[in-house]
């Protein structure tokens, strides 16, 4: 049996599983894959990553970054892309650096540089979430990394300001979506009806833009503007992670998951359990088998003496 997995991860709010896009996108991914993974968010502990998030845990072995942990997946069987073609793998592998080189860096302006979303929701939310005194000091850090891989990718020559940057990032970002509804269409999901790699990472950057309520939400009126994305989005809140588009779960989820979880894990000891048994009996000496006595019965149906009631 596969080794247990824990992941560490962003909790969620405005009905998303976690605002963190990284964190979303390995979230998704399980789910698509069926991955079984237990799930700890950061929830005001001192349990504060002391690196990015997310990271997966599974014995003695430690990973980070969304691309490895989807690997890790892969390797232990939990495959969401084994029906793709190979033309079909290099169209998702164009798609993430599309969605890395044009959507992320206006994804992060968003959160943590528009001064307005930092202030009112992004500082407050994510502090709230560490014990303190990290919380007074571990927001700023995020906000000064995210400005430093903004102006990493953006800030050379011809942009030279951070006004610059802001609207250059902005059109690339609304032209990025624009081509992810193109080639979503009508479908629910990108390669047809089953979710694969691409949609776990177009909806751990797509989700965030699309529920948390911002001050400042020009890059989220665009995304509203395109109704396939948003269904999308809702779609596999809805059906993964039991989530209503009021971010809420039905009635009963809770404990029907919870009751899930324990007969999954009672599955996985018993079937530890005849594996060990078979194993034993593999290795333990083989006798051949006893041939059973049958009883004689005298004439007339009658037995005979007790002596003589069982022969060999």
């Known amino acids: 049996m596969a080794a247990p997995m824990e992941l560490s991860c962003w909790g969620g709010d405005w009905g998303l599983p976690s605002l963190h896009p990284e964190s979303l996108t390995v979230m998704a991914y399980a789910r698509f894959s069926g991955a079984p ?174 529920k948390v309520c911002f001050p400042r939400v020009q890059l989220q009126e665009h995304l509203k503007q395109l109704p396939n994305l948003c269904r999308f989005c809702d779609d596999i809140l809805t059906c993964y992670f039991r989530l209503t588009v009021s971010g809420h779960a039905p009635a009963g989820q809770d404990t029907a998951d919870a009751n899930l979880q324990k007969l999954t894990q009672l599955v996985t000891k018993e079937s530890n359990l005849i594996e060990k048994m078979d194993d034993n009996l593999r290795k333990s000496p083989q006798h051949p088998p006893r041939k059973l006595t049958t009883l004689k019965l005298a004439a007339g149906g009658e037995e005979s003496n007790p002596m003589s009631r069982l022969s060999p």
């Open 37 to 210: 993974l237990t799930v700890n968010t950061v929830n005001n502990s001192w349990r504060a990553p002391k690196g990015d998030l997310p990271v997966l845990v599974s014995e003695d072995i430690v990973i980070s970054q969304p691309a490895k942990i989807l690997n890790f997946l892969r390797k232990q069987k939990y495959n969401a892309d084994y029906h793709l073609s190979a033309k079909q793998g290099a169209d998702t592998l164009a798609y993430i650096a599309l969605l890395e080189e044009k959507l992320l860096p206006a994804l992060l302006h968003t959160f943590w540089i528009e001064a307005e979303n930092y202030c009112s929701v992004t500082k407050p939310w994510f502090a709230s979430k560490i014990a303190f005194p990290l919380s007074l000091y571990l927001p700023g850090k995020m906000s000064r990394e995210a400005l430093n891989r903004i102006l990493l990718t953006k800030g050379g020559p011809p942009l030279y300001s951070l006004t610059e940057v802001e609207a250059q990032i902005y059109r690339d970002a609304k032209e990025c979506l624009n081509l992810l509804s193109k080639r979503l269409g009508t479908s629910q999901f990108f390669f047809g009806d089953t979710p694969t790699t691409l949609d776990a990472f177009v909806f751990g950057f797509l989700a965030p833009i699309y």
